[in-house]
């Protein structure tokens, strides 16, 4: 069975200092992984996916994730917090043949002025 | 513009009634789900479907139901049976041909409050 887990429920960070929230999964063969924005009282936005293609993948609004097979993680980061940022971040696992994602619980971004 | 559209953004139901809720996609996928978001937690996932006029139960199914007859349409109901059906409930769709590397897309969402 697949599974993520978001290491942190809320990271705070001040506006303009580096971004990292963690994200470990759980898989018996080679993952699909994939980071989403949630704001708050909207639907999930894509922020970008990993497929096996490249490890370090870029996605909108200057975050990137790399995947790292020999410690399971797919970390999200941003060089340079904006107000903007703050949000919620879902870390997803795509399934194997049944098309169900599996979710991680979410982590809460803070960006202090 | 393609993409999903819920409706209404808000809805508000008394104790005892039955609401549905709408979601329609003019993506051409294959698989739609919807889900429930509480405050402060992830996403439950109440029914999926992955093809027409076939739909499975996901974690949280009681007190829903859904129809799936048209591709573009999957409407959830929220019964009577439902005892807190308080919440933001979020429609989502994927095609299905590509296997899990496939992006899911979502709706805005529906908050739904019992009066």
């Known amino acids: 069975a697949q599974s993520v887990t978001q290491l942190d429920s809320h990271v705070s960070v001040s506006e303009g200092t580096p971004v990292l929230l963690r994200c470990n999964y759980s898989?018996?063969?080679?993952?699909?992984l994939f980071w989403y924005v949630q704001h708050p009282n909207k639907g999930l936005q894509l922020l970008l996916k990993?497929?096996?293609?490249?490890?370090l993948v870029k996605g909108i609004n200057g975050f990137e994730a790399e995947f790292k097979k020999s410690e399971t993680s797919f970390h999200l980061t941003k060089p340079s917090a904006h107000m903007s940022d703050a949000a919620e971040y879902f870390c997803?696992?795509?399934?194997?043949?049944?098309?169900?994602?599996?979710f991680g619980r979410g982590t809460s971004l803070i960006v202090h002025p | 513009d393609g993409g999903i559209t819920q409706s209404p953004k808000y809805l508000f139901r008394k104790e005892g009634q039955n609401v549905t809720l709408s979601c329609e996609q003019n993506?051409?996928?294959?698989?739609m789900y919807w889900y429930r978001q509480d405050p402060g937690q992830g996403l439950r996932l109440i029914y999926y479907?992955?093809?027409?006029?076939?739909?499975q139960k996901g974690d949280i199914a009681e007190g829903y139901s859904v129809s799936r007859e048209k591709k573009e349409s999957f409407p959830l109901t929220v019964t009577s049976a439902q005892k807190n059906p308080t919440a933001f409930y979020l429609c989502?769709?994927?095609?299905?041909?590509?296997?899990?590397?496939?992006?899911?897309?979502f709706g805005p969402g529906t908050r739904l409050t019992v009066l």
């Open positions: 989502a769709s994927r095609h299905r041909g590509g296997g899990a590397g496939d992006t899911q897309y």
């Open positions: 898989s018996s063969y080679s993952p699909s």
């Open positions: 990993y497929t096996s293609a490249a490890t």
């Open positions: 997803v696992t795509g399934s194997g043949g049944s098309y169900i994602p599996t």
């Open positions: 993506l051409n996928h294959d698989a």
């Open positions: 479907s992955q093809i027409v006029n076939d739909f």
